[in-house]
């Protein structure tokens, strides 16, 4: 299984990047992966990838965006203000989490 | 008398009926309901729209597959109340039971994507095919089609079939080509995914198809909504895909009663155990083919697949003993690629679709994700072994759990 390693903490990673144990994931480590991909994490950035992290934790599966907008009530326009680009994947990632792939 | 009952009369349905009127004695009353009485095969309705197949050859009645012993109610379902066993109809009837089965399948919903169904141009320019009305609307529209920009777009995932809009695109090259018009069409196949398909192997294959066909590709496309001043297709991200045609395979969710019964996810998909399909919140529930939240495709193989392993564990939750048999989320589909020419995909929850042959290792016949004549046979003849064998209660001749014999391993 590749690794990576960030500032001293390194991780289990698939292929692509995703986290393959999430328990390997910190708050601190967020930090240092959103400065990778030049987001500074505020309470806003902060608040769905901590429904990211809980709801997961549940259910066992990474949530998508549509979940994140009719169960977590987050607004789509606004995750893609807060991550340009691919906002579920950034967060996803992020969070710690596999890649969500709303099933085959 | 002890009553099960079977919620919708499709594909798992049909099938289930079959299987328990031979495995249960006459102390058990089985019921199924539906709103209608036209089974349709549904992979048919990606040929009527080149008017390789009429309505009338992929509609039957209902009926004419269901046993004898098996009590048809024809009416829509408005709830289940579970704490009470209980499930009450549009027509006002009311319905017990000891043991329900849930197989009432996805509905497309293009209500919920704004300007789609709700829009000036919805079955105008705008079209989806995951019906029989849209599948007919768009044979007219179609062989009217003289040149322009044609979108293939998937909505969201989880969809039904998750390779028909793939397929239509394949489709719908080889239609144009036919005609002679194909250099006047630009298609372009618009995904929510990153790739022409989740798994990676299948979305290489896949991916090199379209490019062989000259078919483009936009990938993470999260459409936000249609423009039908602009007939334009718009994402959260700002991309704007101008259209004199669109093709899209709209949101597709659970039954709205699943959603007002409190028995589903947010999409409204029954919420089971994966390895045995009971209901996560209630012991005498079960539910079947595309109407569950079960994380492999939503396709009739997979229903056929996870009833065959149902008959055991019934006779074991009857019993109030441990199920014995764990579904694996096996699933296999032909790919139409055009051009008389098919691929078939085979895989489960653990192991994404390889390149090899099936079903015996080397000799096949069928190639998986290879393109040949004889997959395509194979897909024409999926109808004959849908309606004679599938919906009469019998077993496929290929293994119920997936086999890696065959199939070869990449790493
Ligand atoms: C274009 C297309 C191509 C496809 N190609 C393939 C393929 O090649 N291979 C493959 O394996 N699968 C394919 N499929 C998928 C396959 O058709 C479905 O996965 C399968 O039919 C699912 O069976 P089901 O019993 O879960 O649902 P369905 O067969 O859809 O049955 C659900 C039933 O419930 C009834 N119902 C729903 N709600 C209510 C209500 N409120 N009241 C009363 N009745 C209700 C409906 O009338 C319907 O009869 C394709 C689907 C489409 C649309």
Redesign the pocket.
């Known amino acids: 299984m590749p690794t990576n390693t960030v500032k001293g903490h390194t991780f289990e990673v698939n292929d692509e990047g995703f986290f393959i144990n999430r328990d390997q994931w910190s708050e601190e480590l967020a930090v240092e992966l959103a400065a990778l991909i030049d987001v500074e994490l505020d309470e806003a950035h902060w608040a769905p990838i901590r429904f990211m992290r809980q709801d997961s934790a549940r259910t066992g599966v990474t949530p998508t965006l549509r979940r994140l907008q009719t169960v977590g009530g987050f607004d789509v326009k606004e995750l893609y203000r807060l991550y340009p680009g691919k906002p579920v994947k950034k967060m996803a990632w992020l969070a710690g989490l596999p890649k969500p792939v709303g099933c085959v | 008398m002890r009553r099960v009952l079977i919620?919708?009369?499709?594909?798992?349905?049909t099938m289930l009926a079959n299987r328990l009127a031979d495995q249960l004695d006459r102390s058990w009353s089985i019921t199924i309901?539906?709103?209608?009485d036209d089974?349709h095969y549904?992979?048919g309705?990606?040929f009527i729209p080149f008017g390789t197949a009429t309505a009338k050859q992929i509609t039957k009645p209902?009926s004419s597959f269901l046993p004898p012993r098996v009590a048809f109610v024809r009416?829509?379902?408005?709830r289940v109340r579970p704490d009470d066993n209980e499930v009450d109809l549009?027509d006002g009837r009311i319905l017990g039971y000891d043991w329900l089965l849930i197989?009432?399948?996805?509905?497309p919903r293009p209500d919920l994507t704004p300007g789609m169904g709700d829009g000036s141009l919805w079955y105008r320019k705008v079209f989806d095919?995951?019906t029989m009305a849209g599948a007919l609307a768009l044979q007219d529209v179609l062989a009217g089609f003289r040149g322009g920009r044609l979108l293939v777009h998937i909505t969201e995932m989880p969809i039904?079939?998750p390779v028909?809009p793939l397929e239509f695109a394949f489709l719908a090259d080889d239609h144009f080509r036919r005609r002679g018009l194909r250099h006047k069409v630009d298609i372009t196949f618009v995904t929510p995914l990153d790739g022409a398909f989740t798994k990676p192997i299948a979305a290489r294959e896949l991916g090199n198809l379209l490019e062989d066909r000259s078919i483009r590709l936009a990938t993470d496309f999260a459409v936000e909504r249609v423009d039908n001043e602009h007939s334009t297709l718009i994402a959260y991200d700002g991309r704007e895909l101008p259209f004199d045609l669109l093709v899209t395979v709209p949101l597709n969710t659970g039954?709205?009663?699943v959603f007002e019964s409190g028995i589903g996810d947010e999409s409204g998909f029954v919420q089971v155990d994966k390895q045995t399909l009971r209901s996560t919140r209630y012991d005498n529930i079960f539910a079947?083919?595309?109407?569950t939240d079960l994380p492999t495709s939503?396709?009739?193989?997979?229903?056929h697949f996870a009833v065959e392993l149902f008959g055991d564990n019934f006779q074991a939750a009857i019993a109030g003993r441990p199920l014995p048999n764990a579904f694996d989320g096996h699933a296999n589909?032909?790919i139409e690629s055009g051009r008389g020419e098919a691929l078939l995909l085979d895989f489960n929850y653990d192991t994404e679709p390889l390149t090899g042959r099936y079903p015996l290792p080397l000799v096949g016949p069928m190639r998986l994700l290879g393109r040949s004549r004889i997959n395509h046979w194979g897909?024409l003849l999926?109808e004959k072994l849908y309606w004679q064998v599938l919906m009469r209660g019998r077993s496929l001749p290929v293994p119920t759990l997936m086999s890696m014999a065959g199939k070869d391993q990449e790493d």
């Open positions: 919620l919708g009369a499709g594909t798992a349905g309901v539906d709103r209608d089974h549904q992979p309705y990606l209902r009416s829509g379902i408005s549009d197989a009432t399948g996805t509905v095919f995951y039904k079939c028909a039954q709205q009663y079947f083919g595309d109407a939503k396709a009739g193989a997979v229903a589909c032909f897909k999926f």
